[in-house]
Antibody
Framework: EVQLVESGGGLVKPGGSLRLSCAAS????????MSWVRQAPGKGLEWVGR??????????DYAAPVKGRFTISRDDSKNTLYLQMNSLKTEDTAVYYC??????????????WGQGTLVTVSS | QSVLTQPPSVSGAPGQRVTISCTGS?????????VHWYQQLPGTAPKLLIY???NRPSGVPDRFSGSKSGTSASLAITGLQAEDEADYYC?????????????FGTGTKVTVL
């Protein structure tokens, strides 16, 4: 059974930093493309960024609102995905979901989702 | 700001059929990218409901179906049940130079009367 368990959320002041983790199990993590998706309170879903598997280059890509502030990384030896968030803004307040990402030419979707971790940016 | 437009809400009585539309543009759905649908039950994480326009993952009841045409897609729920009350989001990929690449719809709340 695929499991994605996020941790690391909490309350942080504007301008601060936070690192989220996502522990994966039930599939071959090293072969998977992974992504982060967030949801502000009462709002819709927003893609944050993704990281390819190391076999596919291990490169990252980010949504415009977080580019230059957020960094996605992975430790395949620990089956863990990370999201380093710097220079946090109040508008970054959201539940952050870790997901697997399937990419095959025209077919690109989020297969499995974690339960999410809440990040609150407030003074 | 969502790139894909959905109606804010739809409702129906148990057993009825409801449909949710998802309207995009020539840089996403109209460019040929598949549409996928997610169900978010109250207080829970989203779950993949339909992938590749019309395919159901294992375990998803066949009363859920999807279709795509031109720059739009639709999700249909036939034989509506109380447990279908949830938020539904469509998702595709956008090839425009600016903006997010993996785009979601605005979301639709389904209410079972």
């Amino acid at each position: 059974e695929v499991q994605l368990v996020e941790s690391g959320g909490g309350l942080v002041k504007p301008g601060g930093s936070l690192r989220l983790s996502c522990a994966a199990s039930g599939f071959t993590f090293s072969n998977a493309w992974m992504s982060w998706v967030r949801q502000a309170p009462g709002k819709g879903l927003e893609w944050v960024g993704r990281i390819k598997s190391k076999t596919d280059g291990g490169t990252t890509d980010y949504a415009a609102p977080v580019k230059g502030r957020f960094t996605i990384s992975r430790d395949d030896s620990k089956n863990t995905l990370y999201l380093q968030m710097n220079s946090l803004k109040t508008e970054d307040t959201a539940v952050y979901y870790c997901t697997t990402l399937i990419v095959a030419t025209i077919r690109r979707f989020f297969d499995y989702w974690g339960q999410g971790t809440l990040v609150t940016v407030s003074s | 700001q969502s790139v894909l437009t959905q109606p804010p809400s739809v409702s129906g009585a148990p057993g009825q059929r409801v449909t949710i539309s998802c309207t995009g543009s020539s840089s996403n759905i109209g460019a040929g990218y598949d549409v996928h649908w997610y169900q978010q039950l109250p207080g829970t994480a989203p779950k993949l409901l339909i992938y590749g326009n019309s395919n159901r993952p294992s375990g998803v009841p066949d009363r859920f179906s999807g279709s795509k045409s031109g720059t739009s897609a639709s999700l249909a729920i036939t034989g509506l049940q109380a447990e279908d009350e949830a938020d539904y989001y469509c998702q595709s990929y956008d090839s425009s130079l600016s903006g997010s690449k993996y785009v979601f719809g605005t979301g639709t709340k389904v209410t079972v009367l």
